[in-house]
């Protein structure tokens, strides 16, 4: 949400260079994770790089390139292709808060971006299938 002449979320946490670092701290847990790993391109990380950060500055105020370029986000039936159990969602957690614990965010920011993770990575669980 935007309230005319304040700064966005997107702003305050420092822009796309921040959104970057997480997913690029993100990624490289999510790399060493073979339970998760294996469901990725395994020969365009700089791709899954580059839309993960699109879409997180996007959701927090930032430039629209994202749906530019991919059309609406649709999150759930992005993921219908992929085994989302809770194992995975659990994996998928355990690096964002890594990576989020490597970045130096006000408390306030930090709680209101995971919570907002943590709560998407829930929604995205399309299976109970082991
Ligand atoms: C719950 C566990 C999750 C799993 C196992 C998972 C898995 C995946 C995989 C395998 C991809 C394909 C990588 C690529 O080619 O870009 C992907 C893409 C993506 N994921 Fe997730 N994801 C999860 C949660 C989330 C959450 C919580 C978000 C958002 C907050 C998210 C946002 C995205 C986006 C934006 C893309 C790229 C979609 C596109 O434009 O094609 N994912 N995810």
């Known amino acids: 949400m935007t309230i005319p002449g304040?700064?966005?979320f997107y702003e305050q946490v420092g822009g796309r260079?921040?959104?970057e670092k997480l997913v690029r701290a993100f990624y490289e847990g999510v790399r060493q994770d073979p339970g998760l790993w294996y469901m990725y391109p395994q020969h365009d990380l700089e791709?899954?790089?580059?839309?993960?950060?699109?879409f997180l500055e996007q959701y927090w105020g930032?430039?629209?390139t994202y749906s530019e370029t991919r059309g609406h986000p649709r999150?759930?039936?992005?993921?219908?292709?992929?085994k989302v159990?809770?194992?995975?969602?659990?994996?998928?957690l355990k690096h964002m808060r890594a990576a989020l614990d490597t970045m130096e965010?006000?408390?306030?920011?930090?709680a209101t971006l995971w919570d907002y993770l943590d709560r998407?990575?829930?929604s995205l669980v399309n299976t109970f299938e082991p």
């Open 75 to 82: 999150l759930r039936m992005r993921h219908a292709a992929f």
């Open 17 to 19: 260079a921040t959104f």
């Open 6 to 8: 304040q700064e966005t």
């Open 120 to 122: 998407a990575a829930h």
């Open 62 to 64: 930032g430039p629209t």
């Open 47 to 54: 791709g899954a790089v580059q839309r993960l950060t699109g």
């Open 105 to 110: 965010m006000s408390p306030m920011h930090e």
């Open 85 to 92: 159990n809770p194992d995975a969602r659990d994996r998928w």
